[in-house]
C-alpha cells in the first residue's frame, strides 16, 4: 500500500486550515448574539457563519484528499 505524500501534505494542510477556523467561527457567532443592539451585529454574524461553514468545508476537503492519497488506486 504506496501513500501519495504530496496529497497526503496537501490533506493534512487543508486540515491545519480548518483547525483556527473550528474555533473562531463559534466565538465570532457568540459575540454577534451579544451584541446584537449594534448597528453591524447582521454583518458580524454573517461574517460568523461564514467562517463555521468556510471550517466544514476545509475539514470535508481535507479528510477526502488524505483518504485519496491513502486508499486511491493509481
Known amino acids: 500500500m504506496n501513500t501519495d505524500k504530496k496529497i ?3 490533506g493534512i494542510l487543508y486540515l491545519s486550515i480548518a483547525m483556527p477556523l473550528l ?6 457567532i457568540h459575540s454577534a448574539f451579544k451584541n446584537q443592539s449594534h448597528p453591524l451585529y447582521l454583518i458580524v454574524l ?3 457563519i461564514l467562517t463555521c461553514l468556510g471550517a466544514m468545508l476545509m475539514l470535508f476537503l481535507g479528510i477526502r484528499k488524505i483518504m485519496n492519497s ?3 488506486k493509481r
Open 8 to 10: 497526503l501534505q496537501k
Open 23 to 28: 474555533f473562531l467561527g463559534p466565538v465570532i
Open 46 to 48: 454573517g461574517i460568523g
Open 70 to 72: 491513502l486508499f486511491k
